[in-house]
């Protein structure tokens, strides 16, 4: 799951602490515990308490609402296309239904514009490009009218603040769709406008719900946007703060969002503690990726216990996105347990399965057509440093036999983590050196090693204050000619020159 999946999920939104003055809006006591359901995945007891609640008042627009959320997860968390194909023409219904509603209710527009933006994701999740947009167009419209007649509708803020972030964050090849729609934003608008949310205490008082939606749209900025530590700071203050503990733990949704934050920022054993722990079994809505997200945790401490959870997560899977990634994991298990037969095998799978649509299976794919093993000692300093066991990770660096290697790949990837992991313990002379001397000897080269070099230089230089060698890094960066990983590196120095000027 990347941009689509997290910012998706990103939009729940807990509308329990809201008593809603008109007929059409009635948060009535089957709605709230349905919603509290669907936060936790129970969304077949969740279907049939909303039954009820129609039953008893057909009228009720927050419970087409409700179940547009609904599905919308189903379909963001499965990833499967025949579901969303059967579940595309319920969209038109309850459309039709949410614009019936009471127009001076500030729920009205509110509404109708998340499930615009709920299934815009959706569409995009399955390449229908035009009509998200569309979708898109729709829920921004409908947001901005909000604000103007009812400014102080605080959840309206809110999905604006998501919206600003999503806008400002859109690559380079999808830009024409922001010019044509005329959309506006910035990441670090919108994260000012959540900031301001979730730091005022008679906000808070009213919409109690929003400090909830807003640990989901601070937990994705590090993941797909381009945030500052200070973001990074508040979001893990939210994540650890024991008033938070028992929902986190209770929503497989929470879990979700604060193991992707873990696990993006080396805080591994965290993001074990939750994942080895989060609620599933048949009440709850199979959610499989978290299946992938704890392969990788335990693979980050070298744990051969992470290949079950990577062949659970291939074989119950419905959707195509990870599974490229998944396999070269799988592959690497085998490599780490000297079974060249099962190296094998799972490459070619690499090769064979999945799709390209994320960075993470592109550069899976690139892996695996290598056709050469990596070096084991490599490798193990990899993982070792995405799990932030720093100490471990130069221990196996220090195995790497620098004269016996031939390959300009593994000499470059030799001296890139040593520049990372010098980088993220503290010693920022020994890391500036390392990232130099991968940007001099790989700026020829298709690998990401150089290109990342320079942006990691660019942060550097950042950070200290000199904004003239930052911004020449920044450029070195977006100059270089390579081929993996390129989006998001690109995106990130594009950030780091837009913040300089």
Same mark, same amino acid.
């Given at each position: ?416 983590? &040593?520049?990372? =992991? %010098?980088?993220? *313990?503290? @010693? #920022?002379?020994? !890391?500036?050196? +390392? $990232?130099?001397?991968? /940007? ?16 990691? &230089?660019?942060? =550097? %230089?950042?950070? *200290?204050? @000199? #904004?003239?060698? !930052?911004?020449? +890094? $920044?450029?070195?960066? /977006? ?23």
């Amino acid at each position: 799951m990347k941009l689509s999946v997290g910012i998706g999920l990103i939009l729940l939104l807990n509308l329990s602490a809201v008593r809603a003055s008109d007929a059409d809006y009635s948060m009535n006591r089957d709605c709230l515990k349905a919603y509290g359901l669907i936060l936790q995945l129970k969304l077949d007891e969740a279907h049939n308490l909303l039954a009820d609640a129609e039953e008893s008042n057909p009228a009720n627009n927050i419970i087409p609402y409700l179940k547009n959320y609904s599905d919308f997860l189903k379909i963001i968390i499965s990833e499967d296309e025949a579901l969303f194909e059967s579940l595309s023409p319920l969209i038109k219904e309850r459309d039709d239904q949410l614009e019936s509603g009471t127009e001076n209710s500030p729920w009205h527009l509110y509404c109708q514009a998340q499930g615009n933006l709920q299934w815009a994701f959706a569409r995009i999740k399955f390449g229908d490009y035009t009509s998200a947009a569309l979708n898109l167009n729709r829920s921004y419209r409908q947001l901005k009218a909000n604000q103007e007649k009812f400014p102080d509708f605080s959840p309206n803020n809110a999905a604006l603040g998501l919206l600003h972030m999503l806008i400002g964050s859109v690559p380079e090849n999808y830009r024409w769709i922001m010019s044509t729609f005329s959309f506006k934003g910035t990441v670090e608008q919108g994260v000012v406008e959540i900031k301001q949310l979730i730091e005022n205490p008679v906000i808070l008082a009213r919409y109690p719900f929003l400090k909830s939606e807003s640990l989901f749209l601070l937990t994705f900025i590090p993941s797909n946007f381009s945030a500052s530590a200070d973001n990074s700071n508040l979001l893990q203050s939210l994540i650890e703060d024991p008033k938070n503990n028992d929902l986190i733990a209770k929503s497989p949704l929470l879990v979700y969002a604060a193991s992707s934050y873990y696990l993006h920022n080396a805080l591994n054993d965290k993001a074990l503690s939750l994942l080895n722990n989060y609620p599933k079994g048949d009440a709850y809505y199979p959610f499989h990726f978290l299946d992938y997200l704890t392969g990788k945790a335990k693979l980050n401490k070298l744990d051969d216990g992470a290949r079950i959870h990577f062949l659970r997560f291939v074989v119950n899977f419905r959707g195509k996105n990870n599974i490229k990634s998944a396999y070269l994991h799988l592959a690497w298990i085998g490599l780490l347990n000297n079974n060249a037969e099962e190296y094998n095998k799972y490459t070619t799978r690499v090769k064979l399965m999945g799709s390209e649509e994320l960075e993470n299976d592109q550069q899976a794919l690139t892996e695996a057509n290598l056709n050469k093993p990596p070096d084991i000692f490599l490798l193990k300093a990899r993982l070792l440093f995405d799990g932030g066991y720093y100490t471990e990770a130069l221990a196996e660096l220090g195995n790497f036999n620098k004269d016996k290697s031939g390959s300009p790949r593994e000499m470059l990837e030799f001296t890139y983590r &040593l520049a990372r =992991i %010098y980088d993220k *313990s503290g @010693n #920022t002379k020994k !890391a500036v050196e +390392y $990232y130099m001397q991968t /940007l001099e000897k790989g700026a020829d080269y298709p690998y990401y090693f150089a290109a990342n070099s320079a942006l990691q &230089l660019g942060n =550097i %230089y950042e950070a *200290s204050g @000199n #904004t003239d060698k !930052a911004r020449y +890094y $920044y450029k070195k960066c /977006l100059n270089l000619n390579y081929d993996e990983y390129r989006s998001g590196i690109s995106q990130k120095a594009k950030a780091g020159l837009s913040a300089l000027k």
